[in-house]
């Protein structure tokens, strides 16, 4: 099993999960560039070229009849994993995951030179942002939880900075809904997607759009929670992901 981490986590994220599924799987855990003991010097991005080179280097050949679980970012990642080597993937979970919408912050940040630019401009002088962010909160354009959100990893300068250096190193990985439909039903494979009642980040709606027009092996699961889903506490959902 391929896990894939969220945003600012580790591979850490999945170890409560080993005493349960440890003699089923072998959980190859990733942590991507900036996270956890992963660092960055290349002057290219990350990609799933990459990824993948990686994974086959651990999987000590071609990957075949693989689980991905990711989390969060991880389910962008995984996503875009499942574009690229389909046939190799039976089983796809995604908890909560990012990547089924577009996120016009994401894209105006990442994807040309001069949104990049003003992104990196911002990241060290915020003021003008934040003052923006407020403004949008007052008049209700986002939600109080997505206002937290903003404060809660732009307010240190280390963490703007990290920031900066994950969304953009990571910027290749932009998966198309359209094209995982295809893939999905072509290469049959199982999806199941977890998402948190009262999660205000990532919202089930995204999952049900995913859903349309494939009929079988899918299943989308809500329960009583917010973003953070992978707990010990919902193992048990986990689990019923992993062997259903």
């Known amino acids: ?19 349960f599924i ?27 070229t990459i ?5 086959e280097l651990i999987w000590q050949g071609p990957v075949e009849n693989a689980y991905v679980m990711g989390y969060s970012m991880g389910g962008r990642i995984a996503l875009q994993l499942l574009e690229y080597i389909p046939a190799c993937i039976c089983k796809l979970i995604l ?15 990442t994807q040309n030179s001069v949104g990049n630019t003003l992104f990196h401009y911002t ?7 934040f003052s923006t962010v407020s403004l949008f909160y007052k008049m209700g354009f986002i939600n ?33 809904i359209s ?7 072509h290469h049959k494979i199982n999806l199941r997607m977890l998402y948190g009642k009262y999660d205000r980040i990532i919202l089930s709606k995204r999952g049900y759009r995913l859903m349309k027009h494939l009929e079988e092996n899918v299943q989308l699961l809500e329960i009583d929670a917010g973003h953070q889903l992978l707990k010990i506490k919902y193992k048990d959902v986990l689990l019923s992901l992993i062997y259903t």
């Open 22 to 48: 440890g003699s089923d799987f072998t959980c190859i855990a990733l942590e991507m560039p900036f996270h956890g003991n992963t660092n960055w010097n290349e002057s290219y991005p990350f990609t799933v």
């Open 144 to 176: 109080k939880s997505i206002y937290n959100f903003v404060h809660f990893y732009l307010d240190d300068a280390e963490r703007r900075m990290l920031l900066y250096q994950r969304w953009t190193i990571l910027r290749k990985f932009n998966p198309r």
């Open 95 to 109: 908890v909560a995951p990012d990547g089924l919408q577009k996120n016009i912050w994401y894209t105006l940040s």
């Open 1 to 19: 099993m391929i896990c894939l981490h969220g945003y600012g986590e580790d591979a850490a994220s999945f170890a409560f999960l080993e005493p």
């Open 179 to 185: 094209i995982l439909q295809k893939m999905i039903q």
């Open 123 to 129: 990241m060290r002088n915020p003021a003008w942002f």
């Open 51 to 55: 990824l993948t080179e990686i994974i």
